[in-house]
Every structure is written in structure tokens, then in C-alpha cells.
């Protein structure tokens, strides 16, 4: 086992096997541990199938009360998943009310931009939550349409660029640096949340993808305020609604390239 695509792969060749197995990977030393019933030679038979080189060093079958107890921890994680990203649903679902309010007075493209972005975000931790729980192939499609959705938002955040650009804007660089900093806080507090998660499946890797890149953007608009304030020119703000625009496209290019 070489990468996580790998281990995709061994969860999707294992997700509909009856009765269910308890997958722990142990990727440093290119081991993966099943915990099974009486099914021991379908499993083999489909790993072997997947060409990775898998070989079988030892088995012994569980059943009773121990598989129950696997299944239960595995259980465990999918609820600690969720719990997570219900918080991080609520953080930017609450943090885009503010921001497209305080960017459409503040005449701020960066703070609209941003504000968008949180949507999105909102968008992808609802659908990452409904994946929890659910096989590696609607978690895989459950990003894959968050990472749609960031391309249409992200298209919507370019085009209000564009109109600002053409019939101008005042921003208020107050309002842009106060709130800039106040989405920052809430965009680590995400990262934080959901650390210890982020490697658990691909809609757990879409959903550090968007936090991180919301740290960058949060930065810039605060760069952007401090800009605008020194300057009084308009396009240290136009300058952040395009590259937050265009972060939120690459994180989205990212999230369509995350195999099953």
C-alpha cells in the first residue's frame, strides 16, 4: 500500500463484502488489517484482484462479540465525523450571513468573494455529512459535487470582479480588515476541528482542502484592507476578489481529481 489512492481502492473492493469488514491501515509499513468473519477467501481474492502485490502474512477469523465490537468502533468514527462537520456546516453557513451582508456594504469584491467561498464550504461539509457512514463511492460523488459547486461559485465571485471593475467601487478597508480577521479565526477553528479526520475518506480531504485554502483567502483580504486603507485605490480589493476566485477553482480541481 504506496498512497491513499491505494487505500481507496481497498475500501471500494471490500465496501459491499458480507459480512461487513473493519479496515485499519498502517501506511508506513504498507500493511493493511482486516477484521473479518468467515470470508477470509473472498477478501483474498478480491485484493489479489486489485494487482497492488497484496499478500496474505497471517488470518484468524473473528466473530461474536469482537467483530461486533469492531463494527461498533467503526461506528464510533463515523458519528465523531459527523459531529465535526455539523460544527464546521454551522461555522460558514453563519459566517457567509455575515460576510455577504458586510461585503455588499462595504463594496468589498474580496469580502463577497469570500463570502461565497464560505457558502460553498457550508455546501461541501452538508454534503460530506450526508456521505458519512455511507459506502467509499457516494463519499467520492459527494465531493466531487461539493467540488462542482465551488466552480459555479467561484465563476459568480469572478463575474462580481468583473462588474466591480467596469462601474467601480468604494471599499471600506475598516469593515474588510475587521471582518477578514473574524472569518481568519473562524476558518482555524475549522482546521482545528477537523485535523484528526482529514485523511478518513475523500469527503473528510475535500473538506480540509476548502478550510485551508479559506485561511489563504482570509489573509488576503485582511493584506487587501491594509492596502486599501494605505492607498485609497479600489484594486488591492479587486486584486484579492480575483485570487480568491481563483484559489477557490484550484481547490475545486483538486477535490475532481480525488479517486475512488
Known sequence: MDCSSEEHMIRMALDDLQPKVVLKFDTPNH???????????????RLVSLRLGAILESTQSIEGADLVQAQAS????????????????????IMFCIEIVVGGLAQSTGLIADSLDMFADAA???VALYAVGHSVRMKVRAAHLAGWLQVILAVGALSEVLRRSIFG????SELMMYFGAIALI???VCLVLIAKS????????ASWIFSANDVIANLGVILAGILVALTGSRYPDLVIGLVIG?????????ILQLKS
Open 31 to 45: 500493511k493493511v488489517h482486516v477484521l473479518h468473519g468467515k470470508n477470509i477467501g473472498e477478501i483474498e481474492t
Open 74 to 93: 467503526a461506528l464510533a468514527t463515523d458519528e465523531k465525523e459527523a459531529r465535526v462537520l455539523k460544527w464546521l456546516l454551522a461555522i460558514n453557513a
Open 124 to 126: 461541501v461539509y452538508g
Open 169 to 172: 467601487s468604494e471599499p471600506v
Open 186 to 188: 473562524a476558518n482555524i
Open 198 to 205: 482529514r485523511d478518513s475518506g475523500a469527503h473528510m480531504k
Open 246 to 254: 481563483v484559489i477557490v477553482l484550484s481547490g475545486a480541481r483538486r
